[in-house]
């Protein structure tokens, strides 16, 4: 089993940043990827970005390119999303996930998820 717990989420401003961390516990030498996905109400939850453990090979989805960066630290168990350039349509949950075999931008490719933490961008 692997545990995930996320932490810096909270309310910034259009235009402002915030870093996302997820610490991964348990059976982390099993792990091949770390990604974040983020699901708003009423919606399907959406990939963000995800990174692979051995090497640092990163994906991202097209509204996030270049605004925000996913990174990890082999030594913390600890992967991080730096979020630069938020807009109003980046508000959601976002959930850290864990996977063990695949990069992969679908969900059925992560077999560990953390609680989530609430990233609001508003005036």
């Known amino acids: 089993q692997v545990q995930l717990v996320e932490s810096g989420g909270g309310l910034v401003q259009p235009g402002g940043s915030l870093r996302l961390s997820c610490a991964a516990s348990?059976?982390?030498?099993?792990?091949?990827?770390m990604g974040w996905f983020r699901q708003t109400p009423g919606k399907e939850r959406e990939f963000v970005t995800s990174i692979r453990w051995s090497d640092g090979r990163t994906i991202y989805t097209d509204s996030v390119k270049g605004r925000f960066t996913v990174s990890r630290d082999n030594a913390k168990n600890t992967v991080y999303l730096q979020m630069n350039s938020l807009k109003p349509e980046d508000t959601a949950v976002y959930y850290c996930?864990?996977?063990?075999?695949?990069?992969?931008?679908?969900?059925?490719?992560?077999?560990?998820w953390g609680q989530g933490t609430q990233v609001t961008v508003s005036s």
């Open positions: 996930a864990a996977g063990l075999s695949i990069l992969t931008m679908t969900q059925n490719g992560y077999s560990y």
């Open positions: 348990g059976r982390t030498f099993s792990l091949y990827a």
